[in-house]
């Protein structure tokens, strides 16, 4: 007999085979049986879905939950100037008047005023003498006060940093502003520094809690697998402590950082991992690496200068050293996830893809690129040719984000927002689409992901930004299940609610196909089905 029979419901499969259905079993894990409910076997136990919307669990095929977000930050998000900035980190020292750093994270760049990078002496007045440094919404820069350049050894001598790059100004003393901080802060050499500088947020005690609150926001939200995408061997652990005390409720999929420097024993080490954990709940394997850094403070590279600058960002590597970088990690097996964010950046990976098939022969590699926000109309047909993954973010193209008025148009500048996230054309063209989160980047909730997909607009329900460019919902759906399943070598047991697969479902609220688009965010996950077992209900 079967463990399990969700009925009564109105299942999309995800599978062309059988696109819909009524009624799915499930026996030790896996679907054995789907259909109409007159034919249903019988059943242990029987949930019947009251003819709700069923999906495959969301594969969020991006998504730091190990970094997460920090609740003893101050929160930032939505802060759209200095003064409400000012307003936030007093509210959080009134609450939290004992703490020696002031730590703030998703600051918005646009809350400076003039479209500048943030300063030291912008945040000193707001900081009285604490150190206290600023994360920006990316992750990828930080914004630190006098007393914490002070603190961490930053000075006009010392700006090259295992946490980043300190900006200077003119005279060649650090404003304040630190970029790389994605590629050095979160690395395992960047992450040491900064916990032996005594800052809190690095602190191993940190880490944990934030990994198992995102953890269960997966959960909840439906996520039945999670793919971490940037870690070092030193970060295993928790994962492996969050599987032995039963916090691991969703399955997830870990990629290793391997940034420069990374060694022949490092590979043997990140080999040896993937080895040790590679089951359905936890798998370790494929390796991230960057090939440029994020638009906004214009440090993507771009094949044209940013808008109203002379610069157009520069790659990590020279693109004759990436290629063969690339090329040897392709003839040792291991699946790349490049993060390439301008279209320079972007032709870069798409090249050294295409070296290293010439030099080791085709594989199904599956390496990814991952986000893809500004792309060249010529660069779209390669990624299906290549065999190259899309790993977007629709969030990432919202309006209220990153149209007209904020920073990412304005550094690319309107000749270029033709560029901008093309999910239709590269869909069009065959590319496989992996949608994701990048929490804590965006909002981790798929909902908001597939809506922004499908209608190009804000969550304030404002004008579309580059319309034609959305996509279809089921379009959407597939990217956040099956497409991402693809991408991450998944597919054959998860995806799509087919028959041998394993039981991770999903019962909606509503019924996506049957509301208006702009109702999507409001739409929830009430039951979430892993391996068969009910490991969430809404309430």
């Known amino acids: 007999m079967n463990d399990l029979l969700v009925r009564n419901a109105r299942i999309h499969t995800v599978d062309p085979s059988l696109p819909w259905a009524q009624a799915l079993a499930v026996r030790d894990g896996r679907i054995t049986w789907i259909g109409s409910d007159t034919d249903a076997p019988a059943a242990a136990r029987t949930i019947d879905a009251g003819g709700r919307l069923v999906l495959p669990g969301f594969v969020d095929a991006h998504n730091h939950v190990r970094l997460g977000s920090d609740q003893a930050c101050v929160q930032l998000a939505g802060a759209d100037s200095l003064d409400e900035i000012g307003r936030r980190i007093a509210r959080w020292r009134q609450a939290n008047p004992e703490a020696g750093w002031i730590e703030c994270e998703a600051f918005a760049y646009s809350a400076i005023p003039g479209g500048r990078m943030p300063h030291a002496a912008d945040l000193d007045p707001l900081t009285e003498g604490l150190p206290a440094f600023v994360f920006g919404y990316d992750v990828h820069t930080m914004w630190l006060n006098t007393v914490a350049m002070r603190l961490l050894g930053i000075d006009r001598d010392h700006t090259d940093l295992p946490f980043g790059v300190a900006e200077t100004d003119e005279s060649g003393e650090p404003t304040g502003f630190v970029t790389e901080f994605a590629v050095r802060g979160l690395s395992r050499d960047g992450q040491r520094a900064l916990a032996g500088l005594g800052v809190p947020w690095a602190s191993p005690e940190r880490g944990y809690p934030r990994l198992l609150d995102s953890l269960d926001m997966a959960t909840a939200f439906g996520i039945t697998t999670i793919v971490e995408p940037q870690n070092s061997l030193e970060d295993l652990p928790l994962f492996e402590r969050a599987r032995a005390e039963g916090r691991l409720r969703s399955r997830v999929i870990v990629a290793l950082f391997h940034p420069r420097g990374t060694s022949d024993a490092d590979l043997a080490d990140f080999a040896a991992a993937a080895a040790e954990h590679d089951d359905e709940w936890f798998r370790v394997g494929p390796l991230k690496l960057y090939i440029d850094d994020v638009v906004e403070p214009r440090t993507a590279a771009l094949l044209e200068p940013y808008c109203g600058h002379s610069h157009r960002g520069e790659t990590f590597y020279p693109p004759e050293e990436f290629a063969g970088l690339l090329a040897k990690l392709d003839a040792a097996g291991f699946q790349a996830f490049v993060h390439a964010t301008g279209d320079r950046g972007i032709r870069t990976v798409l090249d050294a893809v295409e070296h290293a098939f010439e030099v080791n022969g085709r594989r199904d590699a599956r390496h990814q690129i991952v986000h893809v926000e500004c792309l060249d109309p010529a660069d779209v047909p390669r990624f299906a040719s290549l065999g190259v993954v899309a790993c977007m973010q629709p969030r990432h193209c919202s309006p209220d984000i990153a149209g007209p ?53 804000g969550l304030d329900g404002g004008p579309a930004w580059m319309p034609g460019e959305s996509v279809e919902l089921e379009t959407a759906i597939r990217a956040y299940t099956l497409g991402s399943a693809y991408a991450n070598f998944c597919d054959h047991d998860r995806g799509s609610l087919t028959v041998g697969k394993l039981a991770d479902l999903v019962i909606m609220s509503e019924d996506l196909f049957a509301i208006p688009a702009a109702r999507i965010p409001e739409v929830r996950t009430e039951t979430v089905i892993v391996g068969g077992r009910v490991v969430h209900r809404s309430g």
């Open 405 to 457: 008025g904020h920073d990412w148009a304005a550094a690319v500048g309107p000749q270029r927002w033709a560029k901008a996230w093309p999910m239709r054309s590269l869909h069009e063209a065959g590319a496989v689409l992996a949608f994701s989160s990048d929490w804590n980047v965006a909002e981790m909730d798929p909902m908001i992901g597939i809506y922004t997909a499908v209608t190009r607009r």
